[in-house]
């Protein structure tokens, strides 16, 4: 073997290890938190439940907060090479189940980043808000469509709140269904609701209450 064959294969040696470190850490964290908040977790629960000794914590974070934010950086970059290069090519019904089957595949393959960061309280959430404009951008925006006193203009909002609640339950229910048919079943919904919401309001307006 080479010197640098040598060198390559520590590198990536040290890479792996500093994954599994921190995939421990991570996991250890979801675990606390499906019993207490964050500000009661310390380090020294957290690296007790991990196996981990505290100074091998602390070369990859500051705090707890600090690996939260790390966490949730992480999960967003995630999300968006998930989505990244489908937002142009959301023009149709099976256009856009491909693109909600492309979230649901990363839920089944990311389960514990996923539900963590779908079911954190939503005004603390940041990665969750950054989620929500992104998919945002995606598809329709409804509030740029509609006037101010119409109910339409929150279609959007509902559906973005449907599709979240919906994807914790078949998550909670062991994701027995294929992505793919959750998907077909979300978007024909969210068509369906829109199309509803359209003709039902169309004629809506204040002056007529």
Known sequence: MSNNDERLSKINA???RVKRTKKLLRDSLFSLLQE???NEITVTELTEVAD???ATFYFYYTDIFD???QI???AYE???DVLQGTEDSINSPETFAKYIENILIFCKTNPAIAKFVITREYSNNKVLKRIAKLLAKNVPVAKETFSQDDPRRFILNFALNALT???VDWMDDGMIIPPNTMAEFIADMYISGSLFAKS???NYSRDAE
Request: glycine content about 4%; proline content about 0%.
């Open 14 to 16: 040290n890479d792996r």
């Open 36 to 38: 207490k908040s964050i």
């Open 52 to 54: 981990i000794n505290r």
């Open 67 to 69: 690996m939260l934010d």
């Open 72 to 74: 949730q950086n992480e």
């Open 78 to 80: 995630m999300f968006e």
């Open 165 to 167: 609640g919906t994807v």
């Open 200 to 202: 039902k309001f169309a």
